[in-house]
């Protein structure tokens, strides 16, 4: 029987200035338990050493489509330090298109993508790669513990969603930022997927164990309704 496919994605800050040996190795070890039942892609984000580059960048009058790029580069560079901390576990390349993500799952390895394509956030990658091999759930590992009505790092009484339908979130990003490097939960590239491919997709806090409930089904964080 084919195994059940599925699309994790590790938000920026799993490799960014708090990592460490430990942090990275805990990701992994439950990344490769999963692995056993199921076939992983996991996406890399570019986190706040992508905002770094793309910040600079553009203070020297770069383009948004370079900056897009740059960003690329640094969730690339995020997704081989993941390699290494998955050893024999993972396909040794990054994948720079689609194709390349479909035949590198013919191996059986967890396979770990950075971005694609400028112009969108790692988490509409996701759900692009999720649609491209049929995966049965995305997960979004993010620094908070779902979706909530107002940012809840910045309003203490932000309401947490337990789930939301896919129009009222629509709804609710259409006039958020669309700038490099200020992608935010979920751009609309994203959303427009997860609507039309009718994508089993989970917002969760970013801890390996929490992470690892969402794969086997679990009702944590917040699931979006298609
Ligand atoms: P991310 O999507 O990771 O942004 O890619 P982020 O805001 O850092 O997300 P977290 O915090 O890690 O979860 C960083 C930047 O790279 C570009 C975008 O500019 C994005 O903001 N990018 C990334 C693309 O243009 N295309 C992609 O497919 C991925």
């Known amino acids: 029987m084919m195994k059940k496919r599925i699309v994790i994605k590790l938000s920026g800050s799993v490799f960014g200035e708090t990592a460490n040996k430990k942090s990275l190795m805990k990701y992994a070890k439950m990344l490769k338990s999963i692995g056993r039942k199921m076939q992983i892609v996991?996406?890399?984000?570019?986190?706040?050493?992508?905002?770094?580059?793309?910040?600079?960048?553009?203070?020297?009058?770069?383009?948004?489509?370079?900056?897009?790029?740059?960003?690329?580069?640094?969730s690339r560079l995020n997704a081989q330090l993941f390699v290494y901390a998955l050893g024999d576990a993972a396909y040794p390349h990054?994948?720079?298109?689609?194709?390349?993500?479909?035949?590198?799952?013919?191996?059986?390895?967890?396979?770990?993508?950075?971005?694609?394509?400028?112009?969108?956030?790692?988490?509409?990658?996701?759900?692009?790669?999720?649609?491209k091999i049929n995966a049965n759930t995305f997960i979004n590992a993010?620094?908070?513990?779902?979706?909530?009505?107002?940012?809840?790092?910045?309003?203490?009484?932000?309401?947490?969603?337990?789930?939301?339908?896919?129009?009222?979130l629509q709804n609710m990003i259409v006039h958020e930022s669309t700038m490099a490097g200020a992608y935010d939960l979920m751009d609309?590239?994203?959303?427009?997927?997860?609507?039309?491919?009718k994508l089993t997709t989970r917002v969760v806090k970013s801890d390996p164990s929490v992470i690892k409930r969402a794969a086997y089904g679990h009702n944590v964080g917040t699931i979006i309704i298609t």
């Open 42 to 74: 996991v996406v890399a984000g570019g986190g706040y050493i992508a905002r770094y580059y793309i910040n600079l960048a553009r203070e020297l009058g770069v383009d948004e489509a370079s900056l897009d790029e740059l960003g690329i580069e640094v």
């Open 94 to 131: 990054i994948p720079t298109n689609l194709h390349e993500i479909v035949v590198a799952l013919e191996t059986g390895k967890i396979v770990v993508a950075g971005g694609l394509h400028p112009g969108q956030s790692t988490n509409a990658t996701s759900a692009q790669i999720a649609e």
């Open 142 to 168: 993010t620094d908070v513990v779902g979706i909530y009505n107002a940012d809840p790092n910045k309003y203490k009484n932000a309401k947490l969603f337990r789930s939301i339908g896919i129009r009222e």
């Open 188 to 197: 609309i590239v994203a959303l427009k997927v997860i609507e039309r491919s």
